[in-house]
């Protein structure tokens, strides 16, 4: 059963000043705790939200990576007394009202992982193409079937997290953590979860992204 108080979310951001106040916001009503973390942001972001109750902010002065964002997040969590954690995106790709039900399945899994791809919706096409081509690589590499290898809306057990710390720093670090999972044997399940792009920038560089994941895929 998903419970808001033994539940903590963790919003990585870069430069999303027009949209993190609003998904802190949301996300405040089904989570008891929210780890920031401002990866070298240079607009206002950190400013939008710093004031707000029960946000532990992480800030770096410049950019490091969505990975190593989330290996310090990571870290922090461990020190947490809450018994689940999540990750969703600045940019309200990632709905919170959607939290209990994406948490929920922790009851049966060790991490969830939202799936875009029975709702496609307005991704783009080189997205989806690209994202069948690493979820069939992963679930070949794993042995277990991945959905949706790049969507960064995850949930999991605190007690597996010291397990799933990537060393990669860029987003392929999103692979890494699947391959970890299913290296230690935990319970990946997935989440469907609409597909929204309205207005927004990819911050991936594409050829350095898909560089990290061959790496990432032969670890």
Do not use: W
């Not at 707000?52 to 997040?73: H, T």
């Amino acid at each position: 059963m998903y419970e808001k108080a033994k539940t903590c979310a963790i919003i990585p951001f870069f430069n999303e000043q027009t949209s993190i106040r609003e998904v802190v916001e949301r996300t405040k009503n089904y989570v008891d705790c929210i780890i920031g973390v401002n990866d070298g942001s240079t607009d206002d972001s950190e400013e939008r939200i710093k004031n707000i109750d029960n946000v532990l902010l992480i800030s770096f002065s410049e950019n490091k990576g969505k990975g190593f964002a989330i290996r310090k997040a990571f870290e922090k969590a461990i020190e947490l007394d809450y018994d689940y954690f999540l990750i969703l995106d600045a940019d309200l790709q990632h709905p919170p009202e959607l939290i209990p039900g994406l948490v929920g399945l922790l009851n049966n899994c060790d991490i969830v992982c939202g799936n875009r791809m029975n709702n496609t919706g307005r991704m783009p096409i080189q997205r989806i193409l690209s994202n069948r081509l690493t979820s069939l690589l992963l679930s070949l590499k794993t042995g277990i079937d991945i959905m949706d290898s790049q969507c960064g809306f995850r949930a999991f057990k605190k007690e597996i997290i010291p397990k799933l710390i990537p060393g990669n720093n860029g987003y392929e670090a999103e692979s890494e953590i699947l391959i970890l999972a299913a290296r230690n044997n935990f319970k990946i399940g997935f989440f469907d979860i609409p597909s929204v792009y309205e207005n927004q920038t990819s911050k991936m560089k594409p050829v350095k992204t898909i560089l990290g994941f061959i790496k990432t895929l032969f670890m």
